[in-house]
């Protein structure tokens, strides 16, 4: 699914996106998390543009840490699902019965 575009008036364009695979550490992503979720200012260059379209200027009610709570218990329910996934299509087939060998017939 594509975002809309900005010109239709539904929905703001990505601005840009992550993700984190699950060989990526748990504490690697909530670091990014919890700096993603840092209500600091950011150092900016003099004239850099900081302004986008789709800024919203009210700060959000949760605090930082419900916002890395929420991402991470949402990353390890993905990594679980994907997991038992993996586990559903390399599941190995059960092993057929073994073949009789044909007995030569008696003579008479």
Same mark, same amino acid.
């Given at each position: 699914?594509?975002?809309?575009?900005?010109?239709?008036?539904?929905?703001?364009?990505?601005?840009?996106?992550?993700?984190?695979?699950?060989?990526?550490?748990?504490?690697?992503?909530?670091?990014?998390?919890?700096?993603?979720?840092?209500?600091?200012?950011?150092?900016?260059?003099?004239?850099?543009?900081?302004?986008?379209? !789709?800024?919203?200027?009210?700060?959000?009610?949760? &605090?930082? +840490? @419900?916002?890395?709570? $929420?991402? %991470?218990?949402?990353?390890? !329910?993905?990594?679980?699902?994907?997991?038992?996934? &993996?586990? +559903? @299509?390399?599941?190995? $087939?059960? %092993?057929?019965?073994?073949?009789?060998?044909?007995?030569?017939?008696?003579?008479?």
């Amino acid at each position: 699914m594509r975002p809309a575009s900005p010109a239709t008036g539904s929905s703001p364009a990505r601005v840009w996106h992550a993700y984190f695979d699950e060989d990526v550490p748990a504490h690697l992503v909530g670091a990014f998390l919890t700096a993603l979720a840092d209500r600091s200012p950011l150092q900016r260059g003099m004239y850099d543009r900081t302004g986008h379209y !789709s800024a919203v200027q009210e700060p959000s009610p949760l &605090r930082p +840490q @419900q916002v890395v709570d $929420a991402h %991470t218990a949402r990353i390890e !329910s993905l990594r679980a699902r994907a997991r038992s996934a &993996r586990k +559903q @299509q390399t599941k190995p $087939a059960p %092993t057929p019965a073994p073949a009789h060998t044909a007995q030569p017939a008696a003579r008479r």
